[in-house]
């Protein structure tokens, strides 16, 4: 563990976004219900302080479908997350979870190896600064968009229910992200192994387009917040919470929280941060959208494989295109 420096630093930055956001360690209440398998900080023990500036920010919100302006809500920054339990149907998962564990080719992400998660196609944060990975990436990205759905066939990937739904509501429609004009991959399987956790990360399209050899379109645009979009089919028999905090570190402050044990440089030292602002236990066929930007992270899960799928949203503003990849 990197004990140098014991906490996180104060102010909330991130080069994904182009203005500073206020300071948002999560005090806000929810609006809306919690859900039984949802643990919010007041219920985790911590002592309550009162916030001096007014509550930043909700942690997550409930909703029964996705709709229009919890969308905009969490783009915005309004909310850090976005919950739909039952988008997908629990039965259809469950059934969905066994097809890809048989049927899909799962891996370990070639930039986190001694991490016990695997994914069905290669993701482009696994490019990094590598010419030929990144040739790699590209030939197989479509192919591996393509072969996921026909893992799922002839269920409905929820991949691609995700993206017809938000195709029904975003005016400014909704399409590949295209960071060099070839199709990127758009949604992956992904199974935890028993004992794994994921540590705490962020996902940050920026990040990895700055360590890529080829740099991007002269039209491409910096994304205003980017989303990480997760379909859970089966969870594990025990853990496997997923956590996530209102923090989101730059570059520069993320690395001087890194946590050394692991390979990739990106994960950060769990002693150094406060408590999330708040832990799901997610269930088949639950939905989940959250701000990557922000530190999260999966804790170790037992027994069979959590099973999910995923993909990542980039918002660019209100009249823009909402885009998609992995
Ligand atoms: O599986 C999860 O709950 C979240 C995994 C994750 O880190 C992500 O989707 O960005
Ligand atoms: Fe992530």
């Excluded at 102010?11 to 609006?31: D, G, N, R, T, V």
């Excluded at 993701?123 to 990436?137: K, V």
């Excluded at 990205?141 to 938000?166: F, M, V």
């Excluded at 170790?300 to 009249?319: D, E, H, I, K, P």
Aim: proline letters at 8%; charged letters at 20%.
């Amino acid at each position: 563990m990197n004990n140098a420096h014991s906490t996180l630093p104060v102010h909330y930055s991130s080069e994904l976004l182009l203005q500073e956001q206020p300071k948002a360690i999560a005090k806000a209440l929810p609006s809306s219900p919690i859900a039984a398998n949802v643990v919010m900080p007041s219920q985790l023990g911590s002592k309550t302080v009162k916030p001096e500036v007014p509550p930043a920010k909700i942690p997550l919100r409930t909703a029964s479908k996705l709709a229009l302006q919890d969308l905009r809500d969490l783009c915005e920054g309004k909310i850090l997350a976005l919950y739909i339990p039952g988008f997908y149907s629990a039965e259809t998962a469950q059934q969905l979870s066994q097809q890809l564990i048989h049927h899909a080719q799962f891996e370990r992400y070639f930039r986190a190896p001694d991490i016990g998660v695997q994914r069905t196609g290669m993701t482009f944060f696994e490019t990094n600064g590598s010419n030929e990975m990144l040739l790699r990436y590209y030939d197989e990205a479509l192919p591996g968009t393509q072969a996921l759905r026909a893992a799922c066939a002839p269920l409905l990937s929820p991949i691609d229910r995700l993206r017809l739904e938000l195709g029904d509501i975003w005016l400014d429609g909704v399409s590949i992200e295209n960071a060099h004009g070839r199709p990127m991959l758009a949604g992956i399987g992904r199974v935890f192994e028993n004992g794994f956790e994921l540590p705490p990360h962020q996902d940050i399209l920026a990040r990895d387009l700055r360590d890529a050899t080829l740099a991007p379109l002269d039209n491409h645009q910096p994304l205003k917040r980017q989303l990480s979009t997760n379909v859970y089919l089966q969870p594990a028999d025990e853990g496997g919470e997923l956590e996530v905090w209102d923090l989101s570190p730059s570059f520069q402050e993320q690395q001087a929280i890194r946590d050394e044990e692991f390979a990739y440089e990106g994960i950060v030292d769990r002693a150094t941060l406060p408590e999330p602002a708040f832990v799901l236990s997610p269930q088949p066929g639950d939905l989940i959208l959250f701000d990557s930007g922000c530190i999260h992270a999966v804790r170790a899960s037992q027994g069979r494989a959590r099973v999910s799928m995923s993909l990542f949203l980039g918002y660019r503003g209100a009249n823009r295109p909402l885009t998609y990849w992995n």
